[in-house]
């Protein structure tokens, strides 16, 4: 099975800054066919299920605002939230679509 | 509206079974992929297990042989039979709806399982 490892565990960040969480894979979700990463990261809040954000690495989902990106290539992505909002409070996982799914451990995002 | 309501969770003693439901609506069930998503109390999601269209269907290592996921496309309704339960089952089950791309785009609230003695 691939394995997804996300760092930080946890980030605190001011509101209307940046944050930024990796996510590693053991080997490339990247579908050399399609030229496609077949990553997704989602938003979990308490009490709530995930909320998809974005797949294919950097597709945003219909509805996401625009200040969450992806990018990353082969085994190395990144999430990034700009100008954060207290509304981002949340945890976020990384997963991979590649083959039989797996979830990174999740990264717990603070208002510092 | 894509609606994924599950249903049938509770309390069981180790080695016993349960028969978790997810009415589904709002969309073409009958093409769908779908997933169940485990989360232990306080802990990260856990892919549990992935039924294609055709009710063919995949396992988590730590499940497979315990558990079995059906469809009945007639009535928009997955299940997860699980049997043989143990302590470490205990977390809360979602369904999730694969989006064709393998991202799970629509998820229900969940259904509480606690296997104690």
């Known amino acids: 099975d691939i394995v997804l490892t996300q760092s930080p565990d946890t980030l605190a960040v001011s509101l209307g800054e940046r944050a930024t969480i990796n996510c590693k894979s053991s080997?490339?979700?990247?579908?050399?066919?399609?030229?496609?990463?077949?990553l997704a990261w989602y938003q979990q809040k308490p009490g709530q299920p995930p909320r998809l954000l974005i797949y294919?690495?950097?597709t945003r989902e219909s509805g996401v605002p625009d200040r969450f990106s992806g990018s990353g290539s082969g085994t190395d992505f990144t999430l990034t939230i700009n100008s954060l909002q207290a509304e981002d409070v949340a945890v976020y996982y990384c997963?991979?679509?590649?083959?039989?799914?797996?979830f990174g451990q999740g990264t717990r995002l603070e208002v510092k | 509206e894509v609606q994924l309501v599950e249903s049938g969770g509770g309390l069981v003693r180790p080695g016993g079974s349960l028969r978790l439901s997810c009415a589904a609506s709002?969309?073409?069930?009958?093409?769908?992929?779908m997933h169940w998503v485990r989360q232990a109390p306080g802990k990260g999601l856990v892919w549990v297990s992935r039924?294609?269209?055709?009710?063919?269907?995949a396992y988590a290592d730590s499940v497979e042989g315990r558990f079995t996921f059906s469809r009945d496309n007639a009535r928009n309704t997955l299940f997860l039979q699980m049997d043989s339960l143990r302590v470490e089952d205990t977390a809360v089950y979602y369904c999730?709806?694969?989006?064709?791309?393998?991202?799970?785009?629509?998820w229900g609230r969940g259904t509480l399982v606690i296997v104690s003695s």
């Open positions: 709002g969309f073409s069930f009958s093409t769908s992929w």
């Open positions: 997963q991979q679509h590649f083959s039989t799914r797996t």
């Open positions: 039924i294609m269209s055709d009710g063919n269907a």
């Open positions: 294919w690495a950097s």
């Open positions: 080997q490339s979700v990247l579908y050399s066919s399609s030229n496609k990463n077949y």
């Open positions: 999730a709806r694969d989006n064709y791309n393998g991202a799970f785009d629509s």
